[in-house]
């Protein structure tokens, strides 16, 4: 097999800043014959990843066959290569990443060869958030003075982190005291779609990640495919190796109706949660979809998609809609981006409307909004959700079974 | 003084124990259910201007009400962007939370990952005192026992407007839609609904103060840092001066005698079994990720470094320097290696001297002697989050094989990535059920030729008595590029031979 497939598939369409070309997943339906457009928008994602990374190396066509085959109602144990355009990390679980690019660079040093070519070969972003402590509160002096005790206690790790920044290409860190990473990844790293100069075309491609932080998902709320992996797999990532994955099994979660009076996105996130955790989704992508996605605003669907590792799922995915544009001017994103993004969804059929036809998924589960109360989740588990008017009685009662064991 | 209704459950019952707390402020009364931790926090909620709109008119409706929050509440507002405090600050509600002790902490993960820091020194006293169960309510996303603070057993998640009516209230032993939060300056009771915004007031103020050029401001400068940052004494160069003194930054030994061409895959010989364990071993049995025993090998090495033990920090800290995960590596104390059965974890049986020692120490002396080590495990090896450490250290201790019934897919392939073989017990068998006891010398052979995916491989088990027992096991390398990843001796190695 040759270039054939990632040929027959290379497309283009114009934007207001010249033209954009991609693997188009329509192209790719007429080329091998198998109907994609009602795959799950994630799993599409996944397949434009495998062809327009298809070297017949690591990504053969095979992988692109088999998940152009996904098939709702088996699970598969096909594994296929994903390789993420970009890594994220944080700094408990990204500095002994950089330390080993490091030692890298020692040995071949060491060896006579020049320490400059080890580089990612993927983009890196590490934000510092992790080490940040509460010492100080309930003063206007508590953020100076908790950084400085910050400062005291990881100056090491930070100087060390400081020279990676300046020493390796494609590697950016995010100061402490700056922010948290998902946050910031969904405030201004993320771009929704990519595009790279290839031979002198800009070719455009969704934004993927994986990154060295379970809540990682919180990025499949701005539409964006990826999840926490370990530290070795986030490494092979930066390194230009791909992440070699189970075809997943996917979970259409319908939503419909709009949240009540006094009801927040918190509470819904913790009802999904509690939900999913009953269900048992673990391994799975969650794809939501439905009416009710048109009623909550690009901050809700992210925080729904950052607890996916508490409801158990690999993501809780939602596909690009008018208000993932709204988000991205709102949150000062470049127009030509916002235009990118808006045009690439629309041509590779991934834009969803009310009238969108609905993917087949593996399995459904449907929820009506409309019905979230006012909810807390605890008090060990995320999953244990209690309604705000319950509070009491839960509480009483497991303080109760709690002494009543220990005695 | 207490305003609540206590459910009576008689006078001997320890649900609604009280203890009289010291503080600055004078004298407080804490009890079961008391609120000790309010944390606004995590980017769960933080990113969502709705919700910490939301918390600010709560605060807002509170002050003007003229509600407080007991000093026995540790509050903290802890935003993952800068983003929001701008915003809360353009929208006037930031003076509102202030008022209320939800002053700025910091912008990280703080409370949500357990960052929560000390309580004072009479709250966390009276609770070991009492044996209080007192609660935390944060905006995070988890809440495991003790996740939060050691000493807070119940953790609520809840929304950002919750946690400050929670902080309010004091405790979650209220019916909080029919009890009052407080008092006003008359006297009247303050309920939940009094304070609570309407979902038009939440979105106006979102509108008024959300815009582009707040995002675009912060953001332009998110690679800059404070001055704290920029006047960090950092090395230059393309190579790091790795310092030897440094307890958190050590250049780790994978490319020990790395060389360009790949060595030829050898058998494994007259091996050693370093543990040998049950069903479901976590990747936290095997790493894990918390405080640094005192006692420890990790915690014996920081004090010969000079570290004292209140500056031990976390081993999530220090997984830049290998020699203390390495000796962290098999140490949870609730580990049961099979080879020492009836004792905590971190302990081994060095075979030849039938000497009990620490895994760590077991494996420095039989790398002296230049025998190599394998581990045994049983179903589910490796279950749990992604560690990678478990990986690394496991390489580290020299071990070259893993032989276990069954894997979690994530530690299997970090195995393979740093250059470890993982081998399975064919279905249905065990080291039980073969009566290995860990104590014999282990040939491994059928590695050095024809390395094939999924291929069996023969195990030629020889116990002192010189009887020896020969099963077979799955080579769980899976494709083809995990032979090449092992051939390398792991990712990095073949990463940097293509680099090279």
Known sequence: MSDEIKLSTYSRFNTSAGPIYFYSLKLLENSIGVNISRLPVSIRILLENVLHNFDDRTVTVENVQALANWNSNKAEYTEIPFKPARVILQDFTGVPCV???????????????????????????????????????????????NVEREYERNHERYGFLRWAQSAFDNFRVVPPGTGIVHQ???ECLASVVSSKEVNGDTVAFPDTLVGTDSHTTMINGLSVLGWGVGGIEAEACMLGQPLHMLIPEVVGFKLYGELSHGVTATDLVLTVTEILRKRGVVGKFIEFFGRGLSHLSLSDKATIANMAPEYGATMGFFPVDIETLRYLKMTGRDRKQIELVELYTKEQGLFRTDESEEPIFSELVELDISTIEPSLAGPTRPQDRVSLKNLKESYESTLKDRLGGRR | ??????????????????????????????????????????????????????AGLVAKKAVEHGLSVSPLVKTSLAPGSRVVTDYLEASGLMYYLNKLGFDLVGYGCTTCIGNSGPLPDPIENAIKKHDLTCAAV??????????????????????????????????????????????????????????????EEIRTTVEKVLNPELFRAQYSLVFEGDENWSSLSTPKGSQYEWEKDSTYIQEPPYFKDFSIESHSLSDIKSANVLVLLGDSVTTDHISPAGAIPKDGPAGMFLIDEGVKPSEFNSFGSRRGNHEVMIRGTFANIRLRNQLVPGTEGGMTIHTPTNEKMSVFEASRRYQSEGRPLIVIGGKEYGTGSSRDWAAKGTALLGVKAVIAESYERIHRSNLVGMGVLPLQFKHGESWKSLSLTGFEDYNIEGISKELSPRKEIMVQAINNGGDQKVFNVICRLDSPIEIDYYRNGGILRTVLREMI
């Open chain 1, 184 to 186: 910031v990844n969904l």
């Open chain 2, 1 to 54: 003084m207490n305003q609540h209704s206590r459910t009576d459950w008689g006078e001997d019952d320890d649900t609604a124990k009280t203890a009289e707390v010291e503080l600055d402020s004078g004298k407080h009364l804490l009890s079961n259910g008391s609120v000790v931790i309010s944390a606004i926090t995590s980017c769960t909620n933080t990113s969502n201007p709705s919700v910490m709109i939301g």
């Open chain 2, 138 to 199: 944060l905006s995070g996303n988890r809440n495991f026992e003790g996740r939060i603070h050691p000493f807070v057993k119940f953790s609520y998640l809840a929304s950002p407007p919750l946690v400050v009516a929670f902080a309010l209230a004091g405790t979650v032993d209220i019916d909080i839609y029919n009890e009052p939060l407080g008092k006003d300056s008359d006297d009247n009771p303050v309920f939940l609904k009094d304070i609570w915004p309407s979902q």
């Open chain 1, 99 to 145: 330390v080993d690019l490091a030692a890298m660079r020692s040995v071949v040093s060491k060896m006579g060869g020049d320490p400059d070519r080890i580089n990612p070969i993927v983009p890196v972003d590490l934000v510092i958030d992790h080490s940040v402590q509460v010492d100080y509160y309930a003063t206007s002096e508590a953020f100076s003075k």
